[in-house]
């Protein structure tokens, strides 16, 4: 799994959280993680399980991966 940071642009606080990958659709980005934990994301049988949605307005930026 990767860790995401996120930036939010009212007070400048910084959150990592640990996820597999992210969506931004323009409005919102939702960070998600693939389950079962470690499957493939192409196989049928995956899916994708929510972490946390933010709105994009609220956030300095996309989600930066961070070691």
Do not use: H
Not at 18 to 47: H, K, N, V
């Amino acid at each position: 799994m990767t860790r995401f940071r996120i930036e939010f642009v009212d007070d400048g606080s910084e959150i990592d959280l640990e996820a597999d990958d992210f969506d931004d659709d323009g409005e919102w980005i939702s960070i998600y993680q693939y389950l079962p934990r470690g499957a493939d994301p192409m196989a049928p049988a995956t899916t994708k399980d929510v972490v946390a949605s933010f709105d994009r307005r609220s956030l300095v930026g996309p989600p930066r991966r961070v070691s």
